[in-house]
Structures are given as structure tokens and as C-alpha cells.
């Protein structure tokens, strides 16, 4: 979790009218109450109430989240220590032998809150780690495939840990010195007074070591591009488009920081005949007049490749859809009925056709007044 700039600027106590030692209830309450007040559907064209129904949200965010809210009163508490100090982010402003920015509360709260910039929950001195890069990579499936789910095997290059060195970075038979410009801590202190901040030693880029006999393999990075296959299992009903998260199959991490994720984004195939629609399967079937005019029991498929039966009433219009339970993707099958009108017609065909108009009273665009 980040601190923001804002919350050195903002009370956000003050903006939802509560003490500082209010309970999540009667924070919540207070938010809840405002919330209907400023709401902009309550206060139409009034630039002010959507200002304050803002403000109200974004300090309802900070304080709603007890993780959030204790970090937030952290900075409030090392804000007025630098304020008695003379130092920014307090009424004494920056002048004085304190002097905070923004940047550095990362380093004040970096122990506290488990992170920093040596890496998470890292001891000081330590060197600093590096999660290694998220990767991306594309499957395709089958229509059924992505239906039913299934495990299956993705073949990609990409950063691995190198063979040679084993990640080291270092020619076999060597290893990494330590940094002499910061003692292997991968950090320099700067004293500021009250405060000691660090920053990542220039030297080794807070690595703590640096490599001198480098690997020929990598060129001493630790890393090479290789082939490597992932096992995947693909939970059944994935969607065109979703991303599958695999956590710790992307990059490799540097001195020790851990992998990086793995997305996975799914592209599923068209089929021939069905459609989805969240988890119901969709399918278009196709009848003549005649079975739509005086009803029938017309046979439809299914994904499972058996066939059910579905009755459709006389007088059934195109476009009317019939529901058959469980037969889809967690869902139910929708059959869609299409109309079809022959391109030619045979001469009884004709007749009889022609009969129908003959016996027909009226016209369905009589409504239409033309």
C-alpha cells in the first residue's frame, strides 16, 4: 500500500465530520448519511455538493479500510513530528533542518507496513530484492474446450533463471562480491536528524553485490531466454477474453525476490452451430412454415452431442426462443426459432400456397394505415 500525497494535505476526519478515534461503525454511518446528502441524482447542476461528494468518497475510501486507514494515521503522525521540526508536510513549513518529501515516507513506512524499497518485509541492510516481470501469454481453445474446461500444457520463451550460473550472474567457480560502496547492504543512509533515510546504493543498484567474473552465458544478468513449458488447468465456462493468473510462473526474481505471475488470456474458437450468452448455450433452428404455423415436435442438438425434443405451439413466430434446462455452459440451452421460406417452390407447392392466401381475411399491415 502506497501512501498518497493527499493524505498530507487532506483531514480526512475533519472532511467526514468524525474524531479520530471513531469506530468503522460510526465512520461508516456518517459516510452512508453524507453520501445521500451530496449525492449528485440529489443535487443536479450543483458543482459544489459533487466537489463535496468527492471529498467525502475519497476520505471514506482512506478511512473505510482499516489497512488503509492505519497507514494514513502514520503519515498524519510523522507529518506533525516533521511539522515540530520545522519540516515539510507540517504547519512549519520546508524551511529548517527537517526536510521530508513526499518520496521518502515509502522508506519511513517501509518497515511498519511489511514493504520498502529492499524488498518485502526485508531486514535493514539487507540487499535489495526484485520480483521478477509479469508475463502475458495467449491460448487458444475449442469451443467445448472452454465449456468444459480442461488442463492443458502452454509452450513459451521467455526470462528463466540461467542455466549456467544458476542466476548468480557469476562464471561458474565464482560467485559475487560484495558491494564497496555499501558494505552489501544495498542501501546508503542519509542522516537526516531525527530520521535516517536510505536509498539504493548507486554501486550495486541495491543489490548488495556486484559481479566480477561475469557468466558468458547471461553476461552476468542471472537470467537467460529459454523455451519452458507451463501446465495450466482452465476452469470450465472461461469467456473470450478472460485472463487466468498462474502466480509465480513469470519472470525469475533477482537476489532472491520472488517470481512474477503469469497471465494467461484466453481466445475461445467459434462453433459451427452454438453461441454463448454468459452460461447458457445458444443455437439457432431453423423451421418451415408449415411446423411453425401448426405447431410440431422438431428435434434440437446439444454441446453433449445427444438430441432433445422441443415442442413448438401453432402460430409460432421467428424469433421466439425456447429454454431447455441444464443443457448449456452451467446454464440452460436457448433454441431460437428461425423461420425458413423456400428460394423456389414446386408447382403443388405453389398451389397450395396460393390456396392459403386465397382463404386469408385481411392483411397484418393493416395497422399500418397505408
Known amino acids: 500500500m502506497e501512501p498518497q500525497r ?3 494535505e487532506k483531514d480526512y476526519y475533519e472532511v467526514l465530520g468524525v474524531a479520530e478515534n471513531a469506530s468503522a461503525k ?4 456518517e459516510y452512508r448519511t453524507l453520501a445521500r446528502e451530496l449525492h449528485p441524482d440529489a443535487n443536479p447542476d450543483n458543482a459544489r455538493a459533487e466537489e463535496r461528494f468527492k471529498e467525502v468518497s475519497a476520505a471514506y475510501d482512506v478511512l473505510g479500510d482499516e ?8 503519515v498524519r503522525r510523522l507529518g506533525q513530528m516533521a511539522g515540530a521540526f520545522g519540516g515539510a508536510g507540517g504547519p512549519g513549513g520546508p524551511a ?5 518529501g513526499f518520496d521518502d515516507i515509502g522508506d519511513l513506512l517501509g518497515g511498519l507496513f511489511g514493504r520498502g524499497r529492499r524488498g518485502g518485509g526485508a531486514p535493514p541492510g539487507a540487499p535489495r530484492q526484485e520480483r521478477g516481470a509479469d508475463l502475458e501469454a495467449d491460448l487458444h481453445l475449442d469451443f467445448e474446450d472452454a465449456v468444459r474446461g480442461l488442463e492443458t500444457t502452454i509452450h513459451l520463451t521467455s526470462d528463466a533463471p540461467c542455466s549456467t550460473c544458476s542466476g548468480t550472474g557469476s562464471a561458474p567457480g565464482s560467485a559475487p562480491s560484495r558491494c564497496g560502496q555499501c558494505d552489501g547492504t544495498g542501501v ?6 531525527l530520521f535516517s533515510l536510505s536509498r539504493p546504493c548507486p554501486g550495486c543498484s541495491g543489490r548488495g553485490s556486484v559481479v566480477t567474473d561475469p557468466c558468458t552465458t547471461c553476461r552476468g544478468t542471472g537470467v537467460e531466454r529459454r523455451p519452458r513449458d507451463v501446465r495450466v488447468r482452465i476452469p470450465a465456462g472461461v469467456k473470450e477474453g478472460q485472463k487466468i493468473r498462474l502466480k509465480g510462473r513469470g519472470g525469475p526474481g533477482r537476489v532472491g525476490g520472488p517470481p512474477g505471475d503469469l497471465f494467461v488470456r484466453v481466445h475461445v474458437d467459434a462453433h ?9 448455450l445458444t443455437i439457432t433452428v431453423p423451421v418451415t412454415f408449415a411446423e411453425a404455423a401448426l405447431g410440431a415436435d422438431i428435434r434440437v442438438p446439444t454441446l453433449d452431442g445427444d438430441a432433445v425434443t422441443i415442442r413448438i405451439p401453432p402460430g409460432t413466430r421467428p424469433g421466439r426462443t425456447f429454454r431447455v434446462k ?3 455452459a452451467g446454464g440452460d440451452l436457448l433454441a431460437t426459432i428461425d423461420v425458413t421460406v423456400p428460394e423456389e417452390l414446386t408447382e403443388q407447392q405453389r398451389a397450395a400456397v396460393e390456396a392459403l392466401a386465397a382463404a386469408s381475411t385481411g392483411s397484418p399491415r393493416d395497422h399500418l394505415g397505408v
Open 272 to 280: 459451427p452451430l452454438f453461441g454463448r450468452a454468459g452460461d447458457d
Open 96 to 100: 529548517g533542518g527537517f526536510n521530508v
Open 188 to 193: 546508503l543512509d542519509d542522516n537526516q536528524g
Open 67 to 74: 489497512e488503509k486507514r492505519s497507514a494514513y494515521d502514520e
Open 6 to 8: 493527499e493524505w498530507f
Open 26 to 29: 460510526e465512520i461508516t454511518k
Open 326 to 328: 441444464g443443457r448449456g
